[in-house]
């Protein structure tokens, strides 16, 4: 009697676990069916978008929309504060001109949450010019402590690193130290060098502290909640003009713009006051991890397009999107990988630097090279291949050459932007805190962030749906009105049932059933 009791409890559990689990089936079926694109007429059920209806003159005005936009953020970059504060601190002793050893004690100036980062570099000046090219390993001995109010609090031990000197009548400078978030109001450094009296010339030794400028982060504050604002509304605008059009029937193009745009949401990080707000490290990592996810996210969507707009048919994960994803997920994890290392190693030992205290930088440096190139090589390939694919393709080659354009014109403008910026050092090893070193005004920071805010607002506008544009895969359901309006597939898709009446089996039928109920009347 008690074992029918327990089963007749466990029956209708059992029952309703099935059902549950019937219903989360069901529900995974439907989405299956909706986001798993038609096999056969695909290639005539995509959603329109705008960029079929544009003229020649309206791509014009695309372009130097697109350009204007750019240039103000430029214009008031360069009307905007200085990035980088500066903070001279001589290293002579009285008047002897030739102490090389120290100890220097060094106070850092007053610093608020606006100052963001504190770096402390070292410039050493031969006094003879004559000096010649001459390089010299020494050692670097560092106190650091942080002041608050009246109390001082040692921040590390004694540090002792072995770094190179480098002259060319004015010496290379060098990083002591890096902290990449502020806990106190004011540092105090004791410095010690050895290893450098052998040097027959006598050294001019200098300090600068280099901190962000206070009214750029206020600029930077304000500027990046401008565009946070704007991209949630593109985001907004994008969405709601597909609301009318199954998933399934979105092109490549608008599935990935909808990634990318909440990405550029990130991108431009809503969270950045919590940097002012929060005396730690993570809102600064967190910003540079929304950043590496962008960017990794732009250069997939640039391979699986090239590639995506070539193959109309069912794109596997296996054969599509997994050799995409190795490469650009190689490139993501070497940058985040550093990323992580470099705060990491900063907040045990604020001297630390990667590329001389991590013996296999040269390795990461290698790799991350290796995989870049890789990557070039493969988008370059998907790229002439498409190009000689879809170019007898009237609505495909359309979409080629608008991207490819607009693409270009990106990685020119960012080219010269890296040129204008590093140099002819574009190439050498300016990564994580030494970047923020080479800012000279606020036209860098914005003319990057409005670059790539812009590039993604114009391919957004100009792959969403016109406000009056028809459901196309509707049309093609009723034969009778997609023979009246053929003339307009022509202008849109191209020669569609004509140039390929194998890959659409329903618009044959439909036809097929049109002309004999014609034939019959």
């Known amino acids: 009697m008690d074992t029918d009791f327990t089963s007749g409890l466990e029956n209708p559990l059992y029952g309703e676990l099935k059902y549950f689990c019937r219903k989360i089936q069901e529900a995974y079926n439907e989405l299956k069916e909706d986001l798993t694109p038609y096999r056969d007429d695909r290639f005539y059920r995509l959603a329109p978008m705008r960029l079929y209806s544009l003229s020649k003159r309206h791509f014009v005005l695309v372009f130097v929309g697109f350009l204007i936009c750019f240039g103000l953020t430029v214009v008031f970059g360069i009307a905007g504060p200085k990035i980088i504060s500066e903070h001279l601190h001589s290293g002579d002793l009285g ?7 120290g100890p220097f004690l060094l106070l850092s100036p007053p610093l ?76 105090t450094v004791k410095i010690t060098f050895s290893g450098i009296e052998s ?29 946070v604002v704007l ?52 809102p600064g990592t967190l910003d540079a991890f929304f950043q590496a996810l962008f960017l990794c996210a732009l250069l997939l969507f640039w391979l699986c397009v090239y590639h995506g707009i070539r193959v109309q048919g069912e794109r596997r994960f296996l054969t599509f ?42 390795g990461m440096k290698v790799f991350f090279l290796i995989v870049v190139v890789l990557y070039i090589l493969y988008l370059v390939f998907l790229v002439v291949r498409a190009c000689s694919e879809l170019k007898n393709m009237p609505y495909s080659d359309l979409r080629l050459k608008f991207l490819t354009a607009l693409t270009f014109v ?52 100009v792959y969403s749906p016109s406000k009056n544009a028809l459901y ?14 053929d003339s307009d597939d022509e202008v849109i898709y191209g020669s569609d049932y004509e140039e390929m009446p194998l890959h659409n089996g329903r618009a044959m039928k439909a036809t097929t059933k049109y002309r004999d109920d014609s034939d019959s009347d």
């Open 112 to 187: 608020t949450t606006y100052n963001q980062q504190l770096w402390l570099t070292c410039v050493m000046q031969a006094e003879h010019s004559s000096v010649g090219d001459f390089k010299q390993q020494f050692e670097i001995t560092v106190e650091l402590k942080g002041c608050q109010d009246a109390s001082v609090v040692h921040i590390n031990t004694v540090q002792q690193k072995s770094r190179n000197l480098h002259c060319v009548d004015i010496c290379d400078e060098i990083i002591i130290l890096h902290l990449g978030y502020l806990n106190y109001t004011q540092y």
């Open 472 to 485: 196309d895969s509707q049309l093609k359901d009723n034969p009778a009105f997609s023979m009246l309006n």
């Open 199 to 227: 040097i027959s010339s006598e050294l001019k030794v200098n300090f600068v502290w280099k901190t962000f400028n206070p009214t750029f982060s206020q600029v930077e504050i304000w500027f990046r909640f401008v565009f």
């Open 231 to 282: 991209t949630f509304i593109v985001t907004c605008l994008f969405a709601h003009s597909l609301r009318k059009f199954s998933m399934r029937d979105w092109g490549i193009e608008q599935k990935w713009m909808s990634i990318l745009l909440p990405l550029l949401l990130l991108y431009n990080d809503p969270f950045f006051p919590l940097s002012f707000l929060v005396n730690s490290w993570f």
């Open 321 to 362: 999107y997994l050799p995409k994803l190795i490469i650009v997920g190689l490139l993501w994890l070497s940058a985040v990988t550093l990323g992580i290392w470099q705060t990491v190693n900063e907040l045990q030992d604020p001297t630390y630097q990667y590329k001389v205290d991590i013996a296999n930088f040269q």
């Open 95 to 101: 008047k002897n001109l030739s102490v090389k050893t």
């Open 410 to 461: 990106v990685l020119v403008i960012s080219m010269v932007i890296l040129y204008l910026r590093f140099g002819a050092k574009a190439l050498q090893d300016n990564f994580v805190a030494e970047l923020s070193t080479h800012y000279q005004n606020s036209a860098e920071f914005l003319s990057f962030y409005g670059l790539l805010n812009f590039y993604l607002y114009t391919l957004a506008f």
